[in-house]
């Protein structure tokens, strides 16, 4: 990052001023809020390529008891985390259907055949028979969010992100709070 000091009206009180406010709590404000916004902007990306990943809407990775969050920076603590909760996605969410010989559905995007698998609309899931008996059934799930986070896209979409956004609002910020002395 580069800093660079005008010159504005007496000069030497001016940057007396504008350099004092960058030491203490106000350095690690504008730090924390500059990390706050570009991480609000990366974890909308991560949201995007993570749902095309795993062949989901935004709205559908957010159900059933997943969850993505972000982890905003503090003063104290100045880092940005995507925190992902939860557990494998429910089949019928991949656009599932029957065919003759099974279910086919889109977990990751790609089309997928389950032969012998079957759906139980009641309990809006698909079973495979695990032996050749009635009972027991095996429950089909689709990608897991937590595991999907950290895999391809969606920390090459946060890494680019941020490497992208985060020095300028550096500067935006630090120069906010030296009242325009700095630039």
């Known amino acids: ?16 001023t504008g ?6 709590p106000a350095l690690q404000t504008a730090l924390a809020r500059a990390l706050n916004h570009t991480g609000g902007v990366a974890f909308t990306s991560v949201k995007k390529a ?16 997943r969850s993505l969050t972000k982890l905003q920076a503090i003063p104290g603590r100045l880092s940005f985390a995507v925190v992902a909760r939860g557990r494998a996605t ?9 065919t003759r010989r099974g279910i086919t559905a889109y977990p990751w995007g790609v089309k997928h055949s389950f032969g012998s698998a079957f759906m139980i609309p009641s309990r809006s899931s698909i079973f495979r028979r695990k032996t050749q008996a009635r009972f027991p059934l095996e429950k089909l799930l689709g ?9 391809d896209a969606p920390p090459e979409a946060f890494e680019a992100t941020v490497a992208q956004r985060l020095p ?13 002395i700095l630039t």
């Open 1 to 16: 990052m580069r800093i660079k000091f005008d010159k504005v009206g007496t000069g030497l009180e001016a940057m007396v």
């Open 19 to 24: 350099t004092s406010a960058l030491a203490g």
């Open 50 to 65: 993570l749902a095309r990943q795993m062949g989901l809407t935004q709205k559908a990775l957010q159900e059933d008891g």
């Open 90 to 98: 429910n089949m019928m969410l991949h656009k599932a259907r029957p």
């Open 143 to 151: 990608p897991n969010i937590t595991k999907e986070l950290v895999k």
């Open 168 to 180: 300028k609002r550096v500067a935006h910020e630090v120069a906010t709070i030296a009242k325009g």
